[in-house]
C-alpha cells in the first residue's frame, strides 16, 4: 500500500476542539452537537505517538483543569448536545471529580439530551475499580481502552505502559463498574508482526465481546523515536502486501463475530457506533475545548492553540483561546463531505449532497470515478457512491480524484 492509502486507513479521529466566541452566541442551525474535550497529559511518551500531548505535570493538570471549565463557561449558548468526548492525550489520568465537574459544566453550559454519549478514552495502566466507578458516577458512559495489542512483546516495542493482561484485567474491572459500552484500540503492522499475531490480538479482542472496536495501521512518523528503537533491534515491519491481508482478515474475523463495520478503521455492534465521531464523518457540528481542539459550526472552522500553556495563558486572561477562525468554502465543504462519506460503509448519498451542497458529485466527478467502479474499488448504484472493502486499501487513489 502507498503512504497515503496508510495515512486514511490510520487517521484516527483526535479531533480536538475549541469553543464559540465568549458572549456571542450563535444561531442554533439544527445540528444537535457534539462536545470534545481534549486532556494532553500522558504518563509516558510512547516511541510512535504523534497526537498533542505532554508529560504528566499534576500542578499544570490543575491549572489546565481550571481554563477548560472557564472555556465551557464561557462557551455556552445553550444549544443542544448529545456527546461529550474525552481524548487525549490520556484522559483517564484526569481524577473523577474532574470529570464529573467537566460533565456538569457541559450540562449547565449546552442542553444535553437525557441519553447523551459519554465517552472517556482510557489507558489501561491508568484505572483501578474505584476510578472506574467514579467515572462512571460522573456519567461517563463509555469507555474507549487504548490496548493497541494484545500480545507483551508487542507493546514492549512500543514503549506502551501496560501488558495485555493488565488490558484484559482493566476490561474486566470497566464491566463490573456498570460500563456497557466499551471500545478497544488495536493496531496492526506493528515491527515484527506477523498476521498471525495479529490475528491472535483480534481473537483476544473478541473474546472480550467489546460493543465497539477500532483497528488502525501503524504509521511510524519519520521523526518517531520508534524508527530508532527499529534500527537498533533490527526489526522491520511487514511486507505491504502482508499489511493488507492483515487489514482484511482482522476484518473478517470481526464479521464473523457479529459485528459491523461502518467506517474504515471501525466496527461495532449493531447501534453501537461512535456517535461522536459520526459527526465528523457525517458533516455534523462539534465544539472542541482545550489546547489543539477543533470545532465546525454554521459552515466555520476554528481551532484553540496546541500549546498547553499557551491555551491557559488565552483563557486565564479572559481571552477567546480560538484561533484561525474562518468560513469553509462550499467546495471545501463538498470535498469534506466526499472524503468523509467514502469513509463510511455507508457511503456518499448522491442526491442528499446535491441537495446540501448544490453540486451532483458524479456529475462533476463521474469520468474521473467509473475507472474505479470498473476495477471493482468502488461502487455506485446510480444513488449512492461507496468504496467496496478492498477499495478501502486504495482509498487515496480514489479520494485524490476529489482534490482539484
Ligand atoms: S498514551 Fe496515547 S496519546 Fe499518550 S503518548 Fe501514548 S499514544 Fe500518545
Known sequence: MAGRTRRVLNSKLKTQSPRPKAQSPRPYTGCVLGLYIHVPFCSAICNY?????????????????????????????????????FGGGTPSLLNPAEVAAIVERCARSWALTADAEITLEANPETVTSERLAGFRAAGVNRLSFGV????????????????ASRAVEAFRMARAAG????????MMWLPQQ???????????????????????LLEIYPNAPLRDAMARGRWSVAPDEEAAEMYLSGLDRM??????????SNVARPGRQSRHNL?????????????????????VRWRNPSSTEEYISAVA????????????????????????GLRLNAGVD????????????????GSELQPFVDQGVLHYDGRVLRLTRAGMLVAHEVMAVFIR
Not at 148 to 163: I, K, M, N
Not at 285 to 299: I, N
Not at 351 to 362: E, F, I, K, L
Open 148 to 163: 493497541q495489542s494484545f500480545r507483551d512483546e508487542e507493546l514492549g516495542r512500543l514503549s506502551r505502559l501496560h501488558s
Open 350 to 365: 448522491v442526491a442528499a449532497v446535491n441537495t446540501r451542497y448544490g453540486v451532483d458529485p458524479w456529475a462533476r466527478y
Open 317 to 340: 486572561g479572559g481571552r477567546s483561546a480560538a484561533t484561525d477562525r474562518r468560513a469553509l468554502s462550499a467546495d471545501e465543504r463538498l470535498e469534506e463531505a466526499l472524503f468523509m
Open 194 to 216: 506477523t498476521v498471525a499475531q495479529w490475528l491472535e490480538s483480534v481473537d483476544a479482542l473478541v473474546a472480550l465481546a467489546p460493543e465497539h472496536a477500532s483497528l488502525y
Open 179 to 186: 460500563f456497557g459500552n466499551i471500545s478497544l484500540d488495536l
Open 49 to 85: 505517538c504523534n497526537f498533542n500531548r505532554g508529560l504528566f505535570d499534576a500542578a499544570l493538570k490543575d491549572r489546565y483543569v481550571a481554563a477548560l471549565l472557564a472555556e465551557l463557561e464561557r462557551g455556552t449558548d445553550g444549544s443542544p448536545a448529545d456527546t461529550i468526548y
Open 255 to 264: 464479521d464473523s463475530a457479529g459485528y459491523v463495520q461502518y467506517e474504515i
Open 279 to 299: 459527526k465528523y464523518w457525517t458533516g455534523g457540528e462539534w465544539l472542541g475545548f482545550g489546547c489543539g481542539a477543533h470545532s465546525t459550526r454554521a459552515g
